[in-house]
């Protein structure tokens, strides 16, 4: 049976205007399991793999408005990690209460995974990926000047602290999740990402200040699992050129390359769906064969039949 990491986007996890209450993202999580069942029912060996940016940016928030000599705030690896447990603990109920349901004899388990990238990629002398709350330029210069993090205004909304976003290289636990998938469990993992951490000459790992690309991550990890797909749902059913142009055009069959140039003549929002087409290009470039399909989450399973999505594959 076809192995498939499935990359949840945000919208599996929080809808949008609704508050961010755990009872209110654990319901989201409910009604996403229930999306998954026919490809779990389908017999597909899944991976899930989940973005965490709202969750950890008031995971940092509360952090911060602790913090005192008593209750220290963590750091930020360390806060990813926090969110990484509590995510993974939402999906692992959910869909253990749509398996029980419906009397498939499957369980859940969530992995807090660490992501291994490079010390020396450039990324590091460029941070630029903002994350927690917004100050002002007095309040950001005090903090930089205590703290040495970097901040940089916002778009007129204020000041941001901003990191580095390097490439995934590798995944500490791939062994590990290979091991729970082939035992027949349905594995969440990668959770934003991943914690980054780089390796050291003695082969020990430690955590750094900065964000992975979740669907990088994800493609990561579809390729060191070996999957068959790497399944990317999001809030459309399509890939779209030109986007709210008159000249839309949805994307249903297409090779790397072309998606490579589509890339280049800059038809895909950074920060948005460009994040998607990369990691999709890369995951299907990686081996001959490889699948990467972005779609709705709604389409999932019609997408893995071959009637919906955007199906992205490479030439050889």
Not at 46 to 65: A, D, K, R
Not at 123 to 141: D, H, L, M, Q, V
Request: net charge negative; proline share 5%; hydrophobic share 40%.
């Amino acid at each position: 049976m076809k192995k498939v990491v499935i990359a949840l986007g945000g919208n599996a996890l929080q809808k949008a205007n609704e508050p961010a209450t755990a009872e209110a993202q654990q319901k989201v999580c409910e009604q996403t399991a229930e999306q998954l069942l026919a490809i779990i029912k389908a017999g597909y060996e899944i991976v899930l793999t989940h973005g965490n940016g709202p969750q950890v940016g008031n995971i940092v928030l509360q952090q911060q408005i602790a913090d005192s000599e008593r209750t220290p705030a963590m750091p930020f690896d360390t806060c990813g990690a926090m969110s990484q447990g509590m995510i993974g603990y939402w999906l692992q109920q959910a869909i253990d209460k749509t398996l029980v349901r419906v009397g498939i004899p499957k369980k859940a388990v969530s992995v807090v995974t660490q992501t291994v990238v490079d010390r020396n990629d450039p990324a590091f002398s460029n941070p630029t990926k903002p994350i927690g709350p917004f100050y002002s330029e007095e309040e950001a210069r005090q903090i930089m000047q205590e703290k040495g993090y970097i901040f940089k205004e916002d778009a007129g909304r204020g000041w941001r602290r901003v990191v580095p976003s390097p490439k995934p290289v590798d995944i500490v636990e791939k062994d590990a999740i290979r091991d729970l998938v082939e035992a027949g469990h349905i594995v969440i993992a990668v959770g934003g990402g991943g914690i980054p951490v780089v390796r050291n000459a003695d082969g020990t790992v430690e955590g750094v200040d900065a964000v992975i690309d979740k669907d990088l991550g994800a493609a990561k990890l579809a390729e060191l699992l070996d999957a068959d797909v790497l399944l990317i749902l999001t809030a459309v059913e399509k890939v779209a050129i030109n986007f709210r142009k008159p000249n839309q055009a949805e994307l249903d069959d297409v090779t790397t390359d072309q998606m490579k140039q589509y890339m280049q003549e800059g038809h895909f929002a950074p920060g948005s769906m460009l994040p998607k087409v990369e990691a999709a290009v890369q995951f299907a470039e990686s081996r001959p064969g490889r699948l990467a399909i972005i779609t709705s989450l709604e389409k999932g399973f019609e997408a893995l039949q071959g009637k919906a999505g955007t199906r992205i594959t490479a030439l050889r």
